[in-house]
């Protein structure tokens, strides 16, 4: 038994680390599947990032070449890639694109050059000639006429035509990337002519125009001397500090020293790196919110600059619907709570790539139907071994049991044997030494050999009935069999030794009995076993009565005692071989324990059924159910 449980549980262990290592097989199988597919991921990614960086940084180079400060200015200020455009000279000048309207002043309008008239005629004339190259195909000589042709109007005394037309000078020009430059300038004379002719209300109307157009515009695009200039504007036109103007103004500044300051701190950085051996460079720039910088050495000793925000970057590359439910993408610095799979390069300003709520969920999820799986297994496992070694201790207990009641059989048999055979030696022996002379006494002697004689052969009928029975080898003889008759045969053997024993014995036998299919000497081996056991453990009972009666197709045979009884233990166990009750009163009484197991097997041979009830010291009632096929109908005339 020690040994089985040692086994059982080293199986059960066994059981429990192969479920659990094939669990771990299973998480490291899923998180190297997803990191494989964040790692092709970054992969695609930086190499798109730095394919546009290549593109832009080689379209910079020939716009400067091609088109110097304005064109690489246009360029910067239509690109919504990147905040800020460097261009370092091979004589140590930094300047940065998007310049600012009032950065340097190139292609002024021909408002500059005109002067004051000496009479109307001639200043009409002017006005004649504006209008007319205000129709020119050229959007910046169309905004320098409309322009000048506003300061005609202001020495004609006409302020209100001459605000029109800044007007609409200032709408071409913002139209227009190249020239919308002076469009800060146009803009800020509208508002003085407007304050100038009195109109506070519009001027103040087209400041806030002004304002929200340029917070729309390009966040790098106004440097601190613009801000300056459009605060003194505000202050002259009285416009409140709380107010959306004022809000915007605020917000427009601090946008100008932010630029500012990554003009300054950038410039610093890349003259610090000139002689660095790499041409192209990629690291991250802290002013403020971090910047993701790409610089270029170029051939003739310039460099070239192009920088966005960290945040913009990984909008624009780690935004993608169809992957939102597999990763996040945090900044460097943030905590997050997802395991991080792995860090993204200098490109994308060294953020780390996380699993996202959802597919860390699924993770954990997973974990703990592993765990689940686990404990289910070593539940089921020791359950399953603990119901085998209960199995196997109840198969022992019983084969112990049965070996008891082997050796019991034994002893009772031989006593049943040894009692008789000595019996009949004794008298054989008186008998051929002629020590007896009495005829009477001669015949009581031999009819007592004769009655221990019979009772030995059927003890040992009883031993091989039950052997061929238990084997299988006994073969009944299936016929025509009238129960009721069966029953008086039985009920004869023992009907003398009843009224000897003075019992109130009855017998009740149906007269509506059918004629059924059975081995009659093989049920009237039951009545003689069921009838002898009523008797043998009749007690002071002194009843017994056997009734054979029909129940519909059932022929019901039953034997009533009024003895000693049988206890709910015994009732269990009836029907097993060798046993017999251990009360004093049964075991003084003769008997092997095959009586109604012999009983059992004939009658489960006829498809029956054995049915007891009894109660200890109150007898019993033995009833045996036999079935019977309904005969044929007999057919209709």
């Known amino acids: 038994m020690a040994a089985a449980l040692a086994i059982s549980a080293l199986l059960t262990c066994a059981t429990i680390w192969a479920v659990y290592a094939q669990s771990r097989a299973l998480r490291a199988r899923d998180w190297t599947d997803l990191l494989s597919a964040a790692q092709a991921a970054a992969t695609v990614r930086t190499a798109e990032f730095q394919s546009q960086v290549d593109r832009d940084l080689r379209l910079a180079a020939r716009l400067w070449e091609s088109s110097g400060r304005d064109g690489l200015d246009t360029w910067a200020l239509g690109e919504p890639r990147w905040l800020m455009v460097g261009y370092l000279t091979n004589d140590d000048v930094w300047q940065v694109f998007p310049r600012t309207p009032l950065e340097e002043r190139r292609g002024q309008a021909p408002a500059d050059d005109v002067g004051p008239m000496r009479s109307d005629a001639e200043l009409r004339g002017t006005l004649s000639y504006l209008e007319e190259l205000a129709r020119d195909s050229d959007p910046l000589l169309r905004a320098g006429a409309l322009l000048a042709a506003a300061a005609v109007e202001q020495q004609l005394g006409n302020p209100l035509a001459a605000a029109r037309g800044v007007s609409t000078a200032a709408h071409l020009l913002t139209g227009n990337p190249r020239v919308s430059r002076l469009a800060f300038h146009s803009e800020l004379t509208r508002v003085s002519d407007l304050r100038t002719d009195g109109d506070l209300i519009g001027a103040r109307q087209a400041l806030a125009d002004m304002v929200t157009r340029l917070r729309d515009e390009h966040p790098a695009r106004l440097g601190p001397l613009e801000v300056e200039r459009l605060r003194l504007v505000a202050d002259q036109l009285d416009v409140a500090t709380a107010s959306e103007t004022g809000r915007l103004l605020a917000d427009l500044g601090a946008r100008a020293e932010r630029r500012a300051d990554i003009a300054r701190e950038l410039g610093q950085r890349i003259r610090a790196e000139q002689g660095a051996a790499d041409a192209r460079r990629v690291f991250t720039l802290a002013v403020g919110a971090p910047l993701i910088v790409c610089a270029e050495s170029l051939a003739n000793g310039t460099h070239l600059v192009v920088t966005a925000p960290v945040a913009d970057v990984l909008r624009r590359y780690w935004r993608s619907p169809a992957e939102g439910a597999v990763w996040n993408v945090r900044p460097a610095g943030a905590v997050g709570s997802e395991p991080v799979l792995l860090e993204l390069g200098p490109e994308f300003g060294h953020a780390r790539l996380e699993t996202s709520a959802e597919a860390g969920g699924r993770l954990r999820a997973l974990d703990r139907r592993q765990a689940g799986l686990i404990a289910a297994t070593a539940l089921g496992s020791a359950g399953a071994w603990t119901l085998v070694l209960w199995m196997l201790a109840r198969t022992l207990r019983h084969q112990r049991e049965l070996v008891r009641l082997q050796r019991r059989f034994v002893a009772d048999v031989s006593h049943e044997l040894k009692t008789p055979l000595a019996l009949i030696r004794l008298l054989a022996e008186t008998l051929a030494g002629q020590r007896v ?50 029953a008086r045969q039985a009920w004869a053997l023992f009907e003398a030794q009843f009224a ?138």
């Open 500 to 637: 000897r024993d003075g019992f109130d014995a009855r017998l009740e036998v149906a007269e509506d009995l059918p004629i059924i299919r059975a081995d009659g000497q093989s049920l009237q081996q039951v009545m003689v076993n069921l009838l002898q056991n009523a008797h043998r453990y009749a007690g002071d009972g002194k009843y017994v009565r056997l009734s054979v009666r029909r129940d519909g197709y059932l022929v019901i045979i039953a034997v009533e005692d009024h003895g000693v009884g049988m206890s709910r233990q015994q009732l269990d166990r009836l029907g097993d071989s060798f046993v017999r009750g251990d009360d004093t009163q049964v075991r003084q009484m003769r008997g092997t324990g095959l009586g109604l197991a012999i009983v059992d097997h004939i009658v489960a041979a006829h498809q029956g059924k054995l049915e007891v009830q009894s109660r200890p010291g109150e007898g019993s009632t033995f009833s045996v159910w036999l079935p019977f096929d309904p005969p044929d109908e007999e057919p209709s005339a």
């Open 437 to 486: 002379r009495d005829p009477e006494k001669v015949r009581g002697y031999l009819e007592t050999i004769t009655r221990e004689s019979e009772r030995l052969s059927v003890l040992l009928d009883s031993i091989l009935d039950f052997s061929r029975l238990e084997s299988g080898k006994k073969r009944f003889e299936f016929a025509d069999c009238d129960v009721g008759q069966v």
